[in-house]
């Protein structure tokens, strides 16, 4: 019974995290037309011949870094002289399957690795052979572990959730992640640790072909390659396939195997790229695109890196809307656009966005990297958890640090694909008022119910929000993800009729999705009808949400339900402390740390009547955002409801 069950939760892990059907989708498949199999053989570079970033003995660059970045480096790994490599026993895999926990072993899992990587960067950047036995104690300590992933993803194995079966190692996002540490560890230090032993780079080599490349070699099943058929991808895709790819060019010395694996993963991201809708939206959000398009961008740089720029997309409209994305979405500050299970606030990194904007031709996404530099300049914030991305970056700091610093907050913003509007009073300024507003369906990757929901923000304060998503644990991708309030309708910006709310899955969507905008007002009108179930009785539910620029933005619901009822309530969601003023009249005011703002909510007091709840915050990464506590306004109906039109001005 504890096995069907935890197969059920796998299945939907599937379908929530990932897509039930590739609707939709394109077939472009730009990496393999354009550069096939039997070509792959000239365009590469010879496997001795891949030189990315200089090995521990090319003293001259590492000891000629910027003179912040090196000193950083050493004392971060100064951190882990003499480190206690945390345990990782067997019950505390088990908590996933046990409570759904998964913090706890992810918590120590990460650690080691974080440890590892700072200590050879540390060990690169002082080339005092220093840190030399506390990194062979974190190879053979993660060479020793029966499972590279984290539990929450174990059930990719036909044993299901449970403890790993060493006999069939499949591959999650960390099992390719420690592969290309181990992989970039043994390209930077080989020389150094066969002084102490060749037996510490032969088990690397062993390990990483045992565990990731030879079963990424031999499957087609694993669900994040694209290959199976009906089923679409996510992150997943390029975030795995960027490591198996650099694991592959740092160690795959036989031609043959070489090729293959490369071809296979090209062909793999053509299905992740063919995913994407021509304006590079991304349905996962502005934290998910720095392991979409940004792992995307990996692949790519790692494939110009390896053909000496023979192979590259850069040229194509798709990747360059896939890069822009991430400004796309920016309110100002720290702030970004967040529906499902994105976050509110993000700390993109800056050199990755820096690099891509480069080769795209983009001076505003450059501009952009600059300005995330300005608000954070020590290097602390520059490098990345990921090895692969720290290196590029400590070698472009000085670039980095002297780009020109101009967020581009574009004025409007319409991605008809995933039907997401972003509007804002004028270009290039946080100031004023800021609005979202979202169509789409209830099946999106990392979906929340929430066709028609909208945010508003006041000269960069969050004042009526999109809450996001608490910690992630065994329910969040099961059968009851939809229990879980933070993905509920009732908890967006939306209307809950009859005691309804939206419902999960494809056909629950918006309809008439029609958007506009001139130099006085950005609107988006779309009928969410169709994305709440026949017991709500709605017949037609409009939906517009229209920004006046300078002046208020509008909510306006015009809809007809199949018989008259009192039982309409419409949700507002807000950081800020509400208060009702007058009659009709609420009044926000929010306070963080670059500013404070002020808001009136005016709606009809003679139709709906308001009610506030506290929501108080337990979740750390809520808390983090959002502080101690929400509120949640409700505006409630007074009078019975049939064909209506209702209003809500949001202004000053």
Same mark, same amino acid.
């Given at each position: 019974m504890i096995s069907r069950i935890l197969n059920l939760t796998l299945i939907a892990i599937m379908i929530c995290c990932v897509a039930t059907i590739a609707y939709g989708q394109r077939t472009r498949s730009m990496l393999s037309r354009s550069y096939p199999a039997t070509e792959l053989q000239r365009l590469l570079v010879a496997p001795s011949d891949f030189h990315p970033f200089p090995r521990w003995s090319e003293r001259s660059a590492w000891d000629g870094l910027a003179a912040p970045v090196r000193q950083f480096l050493i004392a971060r790994g100064e951190k882990y002289l003499n480190y206690q490599w945390p345990a990782l026993p067997a019950t505390l895999f088990l908590e996933f399957a046990r409570t759904g926990n998964r913090e706890n072993f992810q918590r120590q899992g990460f650690a080691r690795r974080d440890a590892l990587c700072y200590l050879v960067l540390a060990e690169c950047a002082e080339?005092?052979?220093? &840190?030399? !036995?506390?990194?062979?104690?974190?190879?053979?300590?993660?060479?020793?572990?029966? /499972? +590279? #992933?984290?539990? *929450?993803?174990?059930?990719?194995?036909?044993?299901?959730?449970?403890?790993?079966?060493?006999?069939?190692?499949?591959?999650?996002?960390?099992?390719?992640?420690?592969?290309?540490?181990?992989?970039?560890?043994?390209?930077?230090?080989?020389?150094?640790?066969?002084?102490?032993?060749?037996?510490?780079?032969?088990?690397?080599?062993?390990?990483?072909?045992?565990?990731?490349?030879?079963?990424?070699?031999?499957?087609?099943?694993?669900?994040?390659?694209?290959?199976?058929?009906?089923?679409?991808?996510?992150?997943?895709?390029?975030?795995?396939?960027?490591?198996?790819?650099?694991?592959?060019?740092?160690?795959?010395?036989?031609?043959?195997?070489?090729?293959?694996?490369?071809?296979?993963?090209?062909?793999?991201?053509?299905? &992740?790229? !063919?995913?994407?809708?021509?304006?590079?939206?991304?349905?996962?959000?502005?934290? /998910? +695109? #720095?392991?979409? *398009?940004?792992?995307?961008?990996?692949?790519?740089?790692?494939?110009?890196?390896?053909?000496?720029?023979?192979?590259?997309?850069?040229?194509?409209?798709?990747?360059?809307?896939?890069?822009?994305?991430?400004?796309?979405?920016?309110?100002?500050?720290?702030?970004?656009?967040?529906?499902?299970?994105?976050?509110?606030?993000?700390y993109p990194e800056p050199d990755l966005i820096y690099r891509f904007g480069q080769r795209i031709g983009d001076e505003l996404m450059q501009g952009f990297a600059g300005y995330l530099v300005s608000r954070r300049r020590e290097p602390r914030a520059l490098l990345s958890s990921s090895i692969g991305r720290q290196l590029p970056a400590i070698f472009n700091y000085e670039a980095l640090m002297a780009a020109e610093a101009q967020p581009p907050l574009p004025r409007d913003v319409w991605l008809p694909g995933n039907q997401v509007m972003v509007a804002r009073s004028q270009a290039g300024s946080s100031d004023g008022l800021f609005v979202a507003a979202m169509g789409g369906h209830n099946a999106e990757s990392h979906n929340h119910n929430d066709v028609g929901n909208f945010i508003v923000y006041m000269n960069g304060v969050p004042m009526i929000i999109d809450v996001g998503v608490e910690a992630y644990t065994r329910k969040t991708f099961s059968p009851q993800r939809y229990e879980i309030w933070t993905m509920q309708s009732a908890y967006h910006n939306l209307p809950t009729i009859n005691g309804v709310m939206q419902k999960d899955g494809r056909q629950y969507a918006a309809r008439d999705v029609q958007y506009s905008s001139n130099d006085s007002f950005a609107q988006l009108r779309l009928n969410i009808a169709g994305a709440y179930p026949p017991e709500a009785g709605i017949n037609d539910w409009v939906r517009t949400v229209r920004l006046d620029r300078g002046q208020q933005v509008v909510v306006t619901d015009a809809f007809e339900l199949s018989q008259p009822t009192d039982n309409v309530q419409f949700t507002l969601m807000t950081a800020a402390e509400p208060e009702l003023v007058a009659p009709g009249q609420i009044q926000l005011r929010n306070t963080v740390a670059h500013g404070s703002a002020q808001l009136q909510i005016y709606f009809d007091p003679n139709k709906l009547k308001a009610e506030f709840e506290i929501i108080r915050i337990e979740d750390n990464n809520l808390k983090r955002i959002w502080g101690q506590q929400i509120h949640r306004i409700l505006l409630k109906s007074i009078v019975p409801f049939w064909r209506e039109s209702l209003m809500l001005k949001i202004g000053q």
């Open positions: 080339g005092q052979r220093r &840190f030399l !036995d506390d990194i062979v104690n974190g190879i053979w300590a993660i060479c020793e572990e029966s /499972y +590279w #992933g984290v539990p *929450a993803h174990v059930g990719m194995q036909k044993q299901g959730v449970g403890l790993p079966d060493i006999n069939e190692p499949t591959v999650d996002l960390f099992v390719s992640e420690t592969g290309a540490l181990l992989a970039w560890t043994s390209y930077l230090l080989a020389e150094e640790l066969d002084r102490i032993s060749p037996l510490v780079n032969q088990r690397i080599l062993t390990e990483l072909d045992r565990r990731l490349l030879t079963p990424c070699r031999e499957r087609e099943d694993f669900w994040w390659m694209g290959f199976i058929p009906g089923i679409t991808i996510n992150n997943w895709n390029p975030w795995v396939n960027s490591n198996w790819l650099a694991a592959i060019l740092l160690t795959e010395k036989n031609p043959g195997r070489r090729i293959q694996a490369i071809e296979k993963i090209m062909r793999s991201l053509d299905i &992740f790229m !063919d995913s994407y809708p021509d304006d590079g939206g991304c349905d996962e959000g502005p934290n /998910y +695109w #720095g392991r979409a *398009a940004a792992s995307l961008f990996d692949c790519l740089e790692l494939l110009y890196l390896a053909s000496n720029g023979r192979i590259q997309l850069y040229v194509q409209p798709l990747i360059r809307e896939m890069a822009r994305f991430i400004y796309r979405v920016h309110i100002g500050y720290d702030y970004y656009v967040n529906f499902a299970d994105a976050a509110a606030i993000v």
